[in-house]
Each structure stands twice: as structure tokens, then as C-alpha cells.
């Protein structure tokens, strides 16, 4: 199918598994340390600044956010981890709404796991891939800031990522657009079955 990728619905904030909702449509999720870039990614897909709200301070997004684009597939942006100021409550309700998510979401055809193009994994990215896999949930990396970084150490860090999980690492920039294109023919090529491999 041809999407132009402009027209973006925010749908609805779930704040607890009885509010996840159920779609036709193929489901792709957005996951990631707070302040990584996810809202920022999810807006720079469908061009509009104001789709998902984004924040310098880190744990802006702490519900689980869907986004029907072009009225055919949906993006979700998840509530970022690893916020040390949350208290202890706030990240036990974030660990249970991500297991729950994870578990009852249907229709996730892939989850784009967010790195910061200057850091790379971080001890709670790794627990997030150890809980996908064991969950038999497929993933895929997004770099994200690589307009803070030399291009050469964009190159290492990403052939290091691919080495060490063999998956896709997409690098993006929010800010000039980086990755755009290559993102969204990797989130159509898994749409359709196809493997996708930049
Ligand atoms: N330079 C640069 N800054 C970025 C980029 N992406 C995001 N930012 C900035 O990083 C900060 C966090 O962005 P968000 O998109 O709100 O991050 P998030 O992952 O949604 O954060 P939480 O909702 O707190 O989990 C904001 O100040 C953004 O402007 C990028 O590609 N380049
Ligand atoms: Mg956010």
C-alpha cells in the first residue's frame, strides 16, 4: 500500500492494560531510555513537530501513546525508562504497564529499540532485549542524536550494534531528518514480510 506518511491521528494515552486497544492494522512501538528521542522520532515520521509531545526533561511520555497514520498503521510511543528521579512507585508502574503491554498488546510486527547514537546499549536496553526475546517479540535498532556525533564514530558504533544482536540499526537525526526515509521503508518492508536489513 502507498502511504505519504503526513496524515497522523493521535488515538488515545493508555494508562493500564484495559485500555490497550486492538487494530486491524499492524502495530510498530517505540522503546527506549527517557529523553532518547522517541516522541521526537515518532514526529519526525510523520513531519508534524506536534504529534507527540517532546521534552527536555526526561519522563515526558509515561503512558502508552498510539498514533494511527494514514488511517492504516500504528505507532506507539512508550513511556521511557531508566529516569532516576522517578520515585520507586513510578518505576514500578512503569515496569508493570510495560510487561502488560509487551504480553497483551496484539499486533506488534516489530519494536525499534531507541539508542543514543553517543552511548549505544545500556544495562536497561539489554534488559528490555532479554525480556522481548524471552516474550518471542522481534526487534530492531533506531540510533537517534546522530547529529552529535562524527560520522565515523556513527559508523562504528552501528556496525558494533549489528555484530553483537544481528538486527537492523537505523541511524536518525530529528533534527535534520537523518534516517527518515531508510526508517520507513524498514517499518513497510516488515508490513509486508519482508526482511529488513540497512
Ligand atoms: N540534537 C538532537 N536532539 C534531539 C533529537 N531527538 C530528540 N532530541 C531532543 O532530546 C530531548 C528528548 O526528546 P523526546 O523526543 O521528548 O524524548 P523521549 O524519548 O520521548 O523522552 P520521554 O518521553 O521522557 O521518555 C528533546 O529536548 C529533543 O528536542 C535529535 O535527533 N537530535
Ligand atoms: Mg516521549
Known amino acids: 500500500m502507498k502511504r505519504d506518511w503526513k496524515k497522523v491521528e493521535f488515538l488515545k494515552s493508555a494508562y493500564s ?3 490497550f ?8 512501538t517505540f522503546c527506549g531510555r527517557s529523553n532518547v528521542g522517541k516522541s521526537s522520532l515518532i514526529n519526525l515520521l510523520v513531519w508534524n513537530r506536534k504529534a507527540a ?5 526526561p519522563g515526558k511520555t509515561a503512558s502508552v501513546n498510539y498514533f494511527l497514520v494514514d ?5 506507539v510511543d512508550l513511556p521511557g525508562y531508566g529516569f532516576a528521579k522517578r520515585s520507586r512507585e513510578e518505576r514500578l508502574r512503569w515496569a508493570s504497564l510495560m510487561e502488560d503491554f509487551f504480553e497483551y498488546q496484539k499486533g506488534i510486527k516489530t519494536n525499534f529499540i531507541l539508542l543514543d547514537s553517543r552511548l549505544g546499549p545500556t544495562p536497561l536496553d539489554l534488559q528490555l532485549i532479554d525480556w522481548l526475546k524471552f516474550l518471542g517479540q522481534d526487534f530492531a535498532f533506531v540510533l ?3 547529529d552529535k556525533v562524527k560520522k565515523q564514530d556513527l559508523r562504528k558504533i552501528r556496525e558494533k550494534i549489528k555484530e553483537e544482536f544481528s538486527k537492523p540499526v537505523i541511524p536518525t537525526s530529528a533534527k535534520t531528518g537523518q534516517g ?3 526508517l520507513i521503508s524498514c517499518i513497510e518492508k516488515i508490513e509486508r514480510g519482508e526482511k529488513c536489513l540497512p
Not at 71 to 75: A, N, P
Open 17 to 19: 492494560r484495559r485500555d
Open 144 to 146: 537517534t542524536k546522530s
Open 180 to 182: 527518515r526515509k531508510e
Open 53 to 57: 509531545k517532546v521534552s527536555s526533561r
Open 71 to 75: 488511517g492504516s498503521l500504528v505507532l
Open 21 to 28: 486497544l486492538n487494530f486491524p492494522f499492524p502495530v510498530f
